[in-house]
């Protein structure tokens, strides 16, 4: 599907109003048919909770069109047809990326490989000699330009990408943001020769959750995940989390026990991920994957979205009722609450995109939702 020019306004319209997230997005869509007709019935939402739904301006759009021209961005739609296939599959994937380089790099098979941004000097040059050797095999190396690992993996692909391979930085700023500073060179140089996307539209504030939520992204455009020193609850393990719910290989480099840095790495060996020791461990595995056509497929669903019927009110009613007696502020799983009340799918995601939009739930990784409690001052 291509999108014309008006099409693509409503698209970026809907992405960004308030409280319209990936996956009310997408549900949005498949319930109303298309972005103009779903702007055209988020009024209907209002009363429904705390406060009045704020639709994105005619304004707001031109801004973002502008920051786009003046910046050389290339917006991609999740609907179009060179939107990265492989993050496409995945149920939160953007419904826009911003973009700048290559966007062709996007649709090839890639390995992400991330870890502690207080790296060790032979971790450091790990990640450059795997990013290096995976992208001399026509890999392209993912990450999140940040220091430490991400930087060297980064480096190593740069440094041989003699028509094969490439790089992809995934960002948690704005895709003309460049954090950290230091890294500033690199981002140039990715620039001209790799590919930086983010989610974020241009201008946004710059929050801690924004570098969570790039993980997904991460894992997202990834076959596989590699990880070279990570300390226990680090950003690095929650991309680890987002690929296993993604369905991608996981690899791990193990380290010394003594060293709180390979504590995530070994962790991750001992629960079953592949440990890597040289880059063939990983080709060794990829290649099988690929000569058996397991590659050629995303994994994680197929890129058209099913069209939700739409339903009576009474029904919507009791629905509302049940949902909002289910859910408290521990995060519960979508399918579990589906199961508990025995609601259909349907129903319960025409409802929690109610709740989503009315400030009344948070969605959670891992398809959990909890409710939002509204503090008493």
Not at 131 to 160: K, P, W
Not at 164 to 170: D, L, N, R, S, Y
Not at 272 to 301: H, Q, W
């Amino acid at each position: 599907m291509e999108l014309t020019e008006k099409q693509k306004r409503d698209y970026l319209k809907l992405s960004l109003s308030e409280n319209v997230g990936p996956i009310a997005f997408r549900d949005l869509i498949r319930y109303f048919g298309s972005a103009d007709k779903a702007l055209a019935h988020l009024g209907d939402f209002d009363g429904r909770g705390r406060r009045k739904l704020k639709i994105a301006t005619d304004a707001q759009v031109d801004a973002q069109l502008d920051y786009v021209q003046r910046n050389n961005v290339q917006l991609l739609f999740s609907v179009e047809s060179d939107y990265p296939k492989q993050l496409r599959a995945i149920e939160d994937c953007p419904p826009v990326l911003f973009c700048k380089g290559h966007t062709h790099l996007l649709n090839e098979i890639s390995v992400a490989i991330v870890g502690t941004r207080s790296a060790s000097l032979n971790g450091q040059n790990l990640a450059r000699y795997m990013g290096y050797t995976l992208c001399e095999h026509g890999y392209v190396i993912t990450s999140g330009l940040a220091r430490g690992i991400d930087r060297s993996a980064h480096e190593g692909a740069l440094q041989n990408m003699n028509g094969k391979g490439g790089t992809i930085a995934v960002l948690g700023t704005d895709v003309c943001s460049i954090y950290p500073q230091e890294n500033k060179e690199l981002y140039e140089h990715i620039a001209e020769r790799g590919c930086l996307i983010s989610e974020m539209a241009g201008g946004s504030t710059i929050k801690p959750s924004c570098f969570s939520r790039r993980n997904r992204i991460i894992s997202g455009l990834s076959r596989g995940v590699l990880v070279i020193e990570a300390r226990l609850g680090s950003g690095s393990l929650v991309t680890v989390r987002y690929a296993l719910d993604q369905g991608r290989e996981v690899f791990a480099v193990p380290g010394n026990p003594l060293d709180d840095r390979s504590a995530g790495p070994n962790q991750m060996i001992q629960q079953g991920a592949t440990l890597v020791s040289r880059p063939e461990d990983i080709i060794s595995v990829l290649d099988g994957m690929k000569n058996a056509y397991l590659l050629f497929e995303p994994a994680g669903g197929a890129a058209t979205l099913d069209v939700i019927q739409p339903v009576q009110e009474d029904d919507l009613q009791k629905a509302r009722q049940l949902i909002e007696e289910s859910l408290g502020a521990e995060p519960v799983d979508i399918d579990e609450l589906i199961r508990q009340t025995g609601l259909t799918a349907q129903l319960v995601h025409i409802v929690l995109v109610e709740m989503e939009l009315t400030d009344q739930i948070e969605r959670h990784p891992r398809n959990r939702v909890s409710k939002l409690y509204k503090v008493k001052e």
